[in-house]
């Protein structure tokens, strides 16, 4: 058995501590976040761990002005789609950015959420 | 493979109702095996959709549970989960199993009842359809996904808050002519305009609502259909899947599972988007029905919102999308949604539809949608 390049728990834990991981394929060469078990592009199972920079822009966004029970304390709030340098997307919270400022293309820089219980999410800040 | 026709069709009112899921199913499949002139003793399977049952109901196992309360409790059952588009799945596996020659009679449909909890809560179960992990703890919602789609849209092809206003528009316009929406009143541009953002740039209007509702639709093989007033052949059906988190999609502005849904209908159909006459598709919210129409061929990409401004997609206009409302105006019973769509596509094609009729229509379509655009379905009908 082969342990996972990359699990979820992994990914957030390096999250937490500021640094973003993506995955990429010995085989192919794609680049891959958040983690697989197989290549998308070729189906290999060979992936390598990147550290990416962090560094993006916004690829599309919105305000969310009624949410889930759980996040209800805070809206309005910022999510938008970044691409990152690197080439890949992920969603995250935009955060300390005036949300009437907000516009595609924005650069962004990613940073770690962390909430009391130390549960880490993606956020996104300016750049 | 054996050809396959809807010989029945029931839809309960859509709306509030003090009534259980199930309950509100067996009043869709009463109405849709009287519709098909066929004794439930004559079913020989029952397919379902729904989706929270388990959150607003506490309620798994809705496949025999709906079976029981319709009084057929001995048939083989299974609910499908596809999100939004749980009952056209479960109307897809109906169309195989018949193709297929394993039964003769099969029931589909599904339902659901959320207007017994709370907005907050409602907004909540319909998000668990995003990924649990990378996603919901963000705080995303269901209109939050299509807000980020929206703007993807806008942002490439220029198409403005007025004409996804005019979708809105165009099916309460229809709802008000179909006794069984959940809202019947036409309503005006300044008003989606002036309503509030719930996910911007989507506004209130921009939203279906929340709905209580079941529906039923009764397949047969061609040999019990022949005997049948009006059967309506299914022509095609087909699924497509696509990524899950929106980080994934590499162009947001696209629903890259409609395009391969609908490319596999039409494919086995052995027709295109001009043989088209009427169509029921997924307008969860109103950039959906826009991208919807372009997915499916109907429209250029990057036209639909123009399409829609110039009232190419109303009743009377190019190609009518969704004369019953749509999930709109009609409403959205998530469970319920696809069986609903396949009802207004039969009662059209049967020339049944009142002042709501698209005159002469001989081939329908039906798009729905799961979710996060992660899941479609499209559907193909003809009268022969």
């Not at chain 1, 650069?107 to 880490?120: Q, Y």
């Not at chain 2, 589909?108 to 709370?118: D, H, K, Q, W, Y």
Request: aromatic letters at 6%; a neutral charge.
């Amino acid at each position: 058995m082969t342990e996972p390049t990359l699990t979820a728990r992994a990914f957030f834990e390096k999250a937490r501590a500021g640094q973003l991981t993506a995955i990429r394929c010995g085989s192919c060469g794609e680049l891959s976040m958040p983690p697989r078990e197989l290549c998308p592009n070729c189906h290999a199972h060979s992936w390598q761990p990147v550290v990416l920079g962090g560094e993006g822009t916004i690829a599309s966004f919105t305000v969310i002005r009624v949410a889930p029970r759980a996040h209800a304390a805070d809206v309005p709030y910022a999510i938008a789609v970044v691409r990152l340098k690197e080439g890949v997307s992920i969603l995250g919270r935009i955060v300390d950015m005036p949300l009437e400022k907000l516009a595609v293309g924005l650069p962004v820089r990613f940073r770690p959420l962390i909430a009391k219980d130390l549960t880490t999410s993606v956020g996104f800040g300016p750049a | 493979m054996r050809r396959v026709a809807v010989i029945g069709v029931g839809v309960t009112k859509f709306g509030l109702h003090d009534r259980t899921s199930a309950e509100l199913f067996a009043e869709a499949a009463r109405e849709a095996l009287a519709d098909a002139d066929v004794p439930a003793s004559a079913v020989q399977a029952l397919y379902y959709g729904n989706v929270v049952g388990g959150e607003t109901e506490h309620q798994l196992h809705t496949g025999p549970q709906a079976a029981s309360v319709l009084g057929i409790p001995s048939v083989p059952t299974t609910r499908f989960e596809t999100a939004c588009a749980s009952s056209h799945a479960a109307f897809r596996h109906g169309v195989m199993e018949i193709a297929a020659g394993v039964s003769d009679i099969v029931l589909v449909g599904g339902a659901e009842r959320v207007l017994n909890v709370s907005t907050a809560e409602s907004t909540e179960y319909f998000a668990y359809a995003s990924d649990a992990v990378w996603e919901q703890p963000l705080g995303l919602t269901f209109p939050g996904v299509f807000a980020l789609i929206a703007r993807a849209h806008m942002e490439k092809h220029g198409t403005t808050e007025a004409q996804m206003a005019a979708v809105a528009v165009k099916n309460h316009r229809h709802g008000a002519l179909n006794p069984k929406a959940q809202f019947q009143k036409p309503i005006t541009i300044e008003q989606v305009l002036k309503s509030a953002y719930v996910a911007d740039p989507l506004k209130l209007y921009d939203c279906c609502p929340f709905s209580d509702g079941g529906a039923a639709v009764v397949l047969a093989s061609e040999e019990v259909a022949r005997k049948h007033r009006k059967p309506i052949w299914v022509l095609g059906s087909a699924a497509a899947s696509d990524w899950m988190l929106l980080g994934d999609k590499r162009d947001l502005s696209r629903v890259p599972a409609t395009e391969r849904a609908a490319a596999a209908a039409y494919r086995q159909a052995g027709i295109g988007p001009s043989d088209v006459d009427v169509v029921e598709l997924h307008d969860c919210f109103t950039i959906a029905e826009i991208i919807a129409t372009e997915g499916l061929g109907l429209f250029e990409p990057g036209a639909g919102g123009r399409a829609a401004e110039k009232g190419l997609t109303g009743l009377g206009g190019e190609i009518p999308v969704n004369p019953s409302g749509g999930l709109k105006a009609k409403g959205h019973p998530i469970g319920a949604t696809g069986a609903a769509q396949v009802a207004e596509i039969v009662t059209q094609l049967r020339g049944e539809a009142g002042p709501r009729q698209v005159e002469g229509a001989r081939r329908g379509l039906t798009h729905t949608l799961g979710g996060n655009t992660a899941t479609v379905l499209v559907s193909l009908f003809g009268r022969d």
